[in-house]
């Protein structure tokens, strides 16, 4: 009995455990609304992040992943159906915005203009939008899409997190050429600009980069920065 007692007060010992380590700011993310047009948008409230990529780049499975959930974003397998923004709230309040995704092939070109001027208008016009995450094939590297889209973006001054990903499919070397490349094209295209931009490896399939992204967008959503955004 004595022993038994002694054995239940004893503290446990510290592990980092699934329990105990400080969830990613996309944990918990619940979807709130979509919209397939500029009048459908939520009020500006709260900050917001939003994603950004080539449709099949891989940026509902990076979502999901940093939100360490499987089914939360889905992708528009069939080209042609309705894409619109996404909102997903936060346990600290603030939004993601999943952005329609861009470079189709097979879309009706009625269809892809309307989508991009949602996605354009919102990117430029958003005063809540506090960052920007570009998903980007490493496979492919920046295309020039992203690169219309990084055009339109940057000067604003707000940051820039690029996943480069889907390093999984791609051997050590491989992938340090491709994050190589992208940071050439990027100082190259935008040499005034680019240091407020960070490219972070990433592979949904295998856990790869989460939580440097993690840590990118904890940073961006700290009140002091939030409160600054004009
Ligand atoms: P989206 O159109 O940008 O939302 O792209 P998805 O997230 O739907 O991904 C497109 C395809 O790439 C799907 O078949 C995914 O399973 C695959 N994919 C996405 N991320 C990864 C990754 O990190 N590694 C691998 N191997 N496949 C991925």
Partial sequence: MKKRAIVAESPRPAKATAATRIPGPLEGATFVTGAAEAWQLPDAGPPEIAFAGRSNAGKSSAINALARQTR???SSRTPGRTQQINFFELRNGARVADLPGYGHAAVPRALK??????????????????????????????????????????PSGRPVLLLATKIDKLNVAERRRALDDVRRDLRQAFPEQHARTSVVGFSATAKAGVEE?????????RPERSGAVP
Wanted: no cysteine; proline share 0%.
């Fill in 72 to 74: 939360l974003a889905y």
């Fill in 113 to 154: 203009r309307s989508w991009q001027e949602l996605l354009w208008s919102y990117v430029t016009t958003r005063t809540t939008l506090i960052g920007l995450v570009l998903i980007v094939d490493s496979r492919h590297g920046l295309k020039a899409q992203d690169g219309d889209l990084l055009a339109a973006f940057l």
């Fill in 213 to 221: 992204a993690d840590m990118t967008l904890a940073q961006w959503m």
